[in-house]
């Protein structure tokens, strides 16, 4: 899915902005790679990349999908799933830290479908799976935390737009004001 959406992303929207106010689509793209390299160097024990990887040439979607097999080689890998790894929400099982990076990947995909305007309509047990995980305990949510406070969803969202609005996403038909030089307001708004 992810790689789709990348696929998706046209060279002249990589300075556009995303709704990771922090991040413009080149930049999340990066540290989506730069996640999946992490995740693989901790399975391996070995040190990880570092935040915001670059795509030699600009191949933005072969570094991603490379960057993904190696996700999924070390997935594979016998035992990894009942290994203990520190955790953004403490020590836990390979299988928690394997759902982390589905909900990671499954959240900044809706960021760069909105950002890109794609459609947001994935998977509903990924997006039921992902919803399920984050509302099972408390997120850490603020300022300097992952989540920012839910906000509210429009009653014709898809469940990927409720599930981004729960981690805190303003969720509208997103465009970029091209007067406010990439920064997001909602169409409504304008």
Do not use: Y
Not at 24 to 42: E, K, P, Q
Not at 100 to 115: F, K, P, Y
Not at 175 to 190: L, N, R, Y
């Amino acid at each position: 899915m992810a790689a789709d959406v990348i696929a998706g992303v046209r060279l002249d929207q990589l300075e556009d902005g995303t709704p990771c106010t922090e991040w413009d689509i080149r930049a999340l793209i990066s540290h989506v790679i730069s996640g999946n390299l992490s995740f693989a160097a901790m399975i391996a024990g070995e040190p990880g990349p570092g935040p915001g990887v670059d795509a030699p040439g600009g191949d933005l979607l072969a570094v991603f999908r490379d960057s993904f097999d190696q996700l999924c080689a070390s997935f594979d890998t016998p035992g990894v799933l009942e290994r203990v790894f520190p955790t953004p929400l403490g020590e836990g099982p390979g299988m928690l830290l394997a759902a982390l990076r589905v909900t990671e990947l499954t959240v900044h995909t809706w960021d760069l479908s909105a950002a890109t305007r794609q459609a947001r309509n994935f998977d509903p047990e990924l997006v039921g799976f992902v919803d399920t995980l984050l509302r099972s305990q408390p997120i850490p949510r603020g300022v300097n935390a992952p989540f920012a406070p839910e906000q509210p969803a429009p009653e014709n969202a898809t469940k990927a737009d409720r599930l981004a609005a729960f981690t805190g996403r303003v969720v509208s038909a997103w465009t970029v004001d091209a007067q406010a030089a990439g920064s997001w307001v909602p169409e409504q708004d304008k």
